[in-house]
Every structure is written in C-alpha cells, then in structure tokens.
C-alpha cells in the first residue's frame, strides 16, 4: 500500500509539499493540474515542472487525477476524435514522468454534486460538505453551479471548473438524447481507443464513481453500484481498464456494501487507487454529510474496508479523501490539510493492526 494526499500544484494549492511530507507514511501525491480544460493535451514541459517540484520534495506521483474526459466523447460527437487524440498525448506523456495511474470519469455534465460545502457539525463545531436532496428542491443544474462557485472561499473545484461548465444549459439540452445504454455505447468506444495506449506504455486508467451514488437532473449515470462497475469493466476486458474505488461517493447510497466491493473488484485485479473516506447518513436515504475518518463518526466500517483492501489489492494506492474543516482551518472546501492528515494517521494506525493481526495468525 502506499499512502497519499492530493495536491493540486503550488500555483494553485494553500498545503505546501513540506507539510505534506511531514504526514507520516505519506510516500507521495495523487497529484492534479487542475487548470487544464477537458479536453486539452497535457504537455510534457508542464508535467515536468510539477514532478520537479514534488521530487524536489522528497515525494513521488505516480497517480494523477482529473485527467478530465471531454463532453463531446461522453455525447458521441463527431469532434470526439480530435478529443480522444490529445487524451492519447496526455497518456504518453504522464507515463514519460512515472505515471502509473490516471483517475478520471465518465459522469455526464456535472461531476461531484453537494447542497451545501460548509454545513456545521453540531457535536464538534466543524464543517463538511453535505448533500441533501431535498434542498435542492426546483433548483436547476445551472443554478446548482452558480451556488457552489461562490461557496468555494474562492478555491477552483474539481468538476466545478468554470470553463467545463460555461456552457451548461446547451449541453444539458443535448443529453436528453442519451440513456445509460448510449452513454456505456459512448464510454465503450473511448476505452477502445485509448487501452491499447494504456497498455503500451504500462498506465492504468481508474474509473472513479458517481457522487452521489445515484442518478441526478435526469442525467445518465453508470458508475455508482457494483452492477454498474461490472459492465465498465467489461466493456474493454484489459488489466489497464480499472477502478478509482471512492468509499464515500459509493458509501453516499445507503445500498452498497463498500467492503464487499473492495473484495469484489480486488480479487480480479481491478482497483487501480482508493480514496478512503467516511460519510454519516442522516434519517434518509439520500441526506448525508461527511464525517471524519473515525468508523464511529460515520456509517462506513473503516476496519473492514481497509482490511478488504489489505487482503485484496494491498500494493495499491490510497488517499483520505474529502476532510473536514477544523481549527479554524480556512481552504478548499473537502481538501483542507489538518482532517486529512488526521485521516492518513488514522489508516495508517488500522493498517498497521491489520498487518501485526495478519502475521500473527489471527
């Protein structure tokens, strides 16, 4: 296993690399150039000055997220060739750099989707982000995007960039035209032409899972249950063709068995990365928050899904993912340094049992 933390680049990112390298057993970065449009190449120059910067560091990134996919792949638009080509020069490049790993996904229009980015926590005083479907109410997409922007103390989002979203009302208008069954026809042709890339230069491509778990907005989505993993992995029957397994967007539908996923998905050498996160359901099916790591403080068994990992896919990567804000910590929302850094400790701490339990026979 090695352990993570997401950076987003020194330019763009409050957390310096010399904090991150204090975060003990904290090998390296899932990293991200978060101002790169859907869409657009990767360049090697650009790659370079960011590994430069983490190795400088003492650290490593062999997992880069947010490899964002265009919307004109996901619609089946003539265009998308031109957009799968520079996909293709994004992959060779990262993998000249030490890339193993490319986290993306194939979530239509809007990626990750929260009603509120700072919902306090009566019990401690912090804040996390928080969905509630009921809040949203008559609430457009459009709408949605223009409340999160301005909720974000002024942080680009990942899946919230302003450029992926100008246009929103149009490419809605376009999806009424596509079903699940269209989007996987879609999503099948991208994975085609880009595997063989994949297995050329020996990069792993990670699906990551709808957030929530669930259909939004009318909108198609695939990749929330292990029903829906299981047809994606099919669809290019390839060790290159993977899964980014998020405990917390999976953990957010009540219905998944997180654990068992992991075991699922790890025994057939499936699990590219992990982002291990805790959320607490709250009297409904489709309210919650996110907690901190502590199993206690949410509804997800963390022993158990970092045993699942431990005895199922143990070489793999992963990261806390979303944290809280806490000691008056001010910062991108989900992505502040103290609650993640508490998440690491924590992992780390329930790994280390695991393993000493595992040696011993127990």
């Avoid at 638009?77 to 994004?90: A, G």
């Avoid at 149009?170 to 880009?194: C, G, P, Q, R």
């Avoid at 994949?198 to 899972?209: D, F, K, S, T």
């Avoid at 158990?304 to 001010?330: F, L, N, Q, S």
Wanted: net charge negative.
């Amino acid at each position: 296993m090695k352990m993570t933390f997401r950076w987003y680049g020194k330019d763009s990112d409050k957390i310096t690399l010399k904090q991150i390298k204090q975060i003990p057993n904290c090998s390296g970065l899932m990293g991200v150039l978060d101002y790169k449009a859907a869409g657009e190449p990767w360049e090697e120059e650009e790659i370079r000055q960011y590994m430069e910067d983490v190795h400088a560091a003492g650290l490593e990134c062999e997992v880069i997220e947010s490899v964002n996919v265009h919307e004109d792949i996901k619609l089946g638009l003539p265009t998308r060739d031109q957009y799968i080509e520079n996909y293709k020069i994004s992959i060779r490049n990262l993998a000249k750099y030490g890339v193993k790993v490319i986290v993306y996904n194939f979530m239509p229009v809007l990626d990750w989707l929260r009603t509120d980015l700072a919902r306090e926590i009566p019990e401690d005083g912090s804040n996390s982000l928080y969905f509630d479907e009921a809040e949203l109410g008559a609430m457009t997409p459009v709408e949605i995007v223009r409340k999160t922007a301005e909720n974000s103390n002024g942080f680009t989002l990942p899946g919230w960039e302003p450029e992926r979203l100008a246009d929103l009302e149009h490419v809605l208008e376009m999806y009424k035209s596509v079903d699940e069954e269209k989007l996987l026809e879609n999503y099948k042709y991208f994975l085609d032409a880009i595997i063989p890339v994949c297995e050329e230069v020996g990069i792993r491509m990670a699906c990551h899972p709808d957030d929530p778990g669930w259909p939004i907005f009318g909108l198609p989505r695939i990749a929330h249950d292990q029903a829906g993993y299981d047809k994606i992995v099919k669809l290019h029957d390839s060790p290159c063709n993977t899964l980014c397994l998020c405990t917390g967007s999976l953990g957010s539908n009540v219905e998944n068995d997180i654990p068992a996923m992991i075991r699922h998905f790890g025994e057939m050498d499936r699990i590219g990365c992990l982002h291990v996160r805790n959320v607490k359901h709250l009297g409904s099916p489709r309210r919650f928050r996110e907690s901190s790591h502590l199993s206690s403080d949410g509804d997800l068994d963390m022993y158990e899904i970092m045993k699942a990992c431990y005895e199922t896919c143990p070489d793999t990567y992963i990261r806390p993912d979303h944290g809280r804000m806490i000691w008056d910590e001010v910062g991108r929302p989900g992505y502040g340094l103290y609650d993640r850094a508490l998440g690491i400790a924590y992992l780390n701490g329930l790994w280390e049992a695991i393993d000493k339990n595992a040696k011993a026979g127990k």
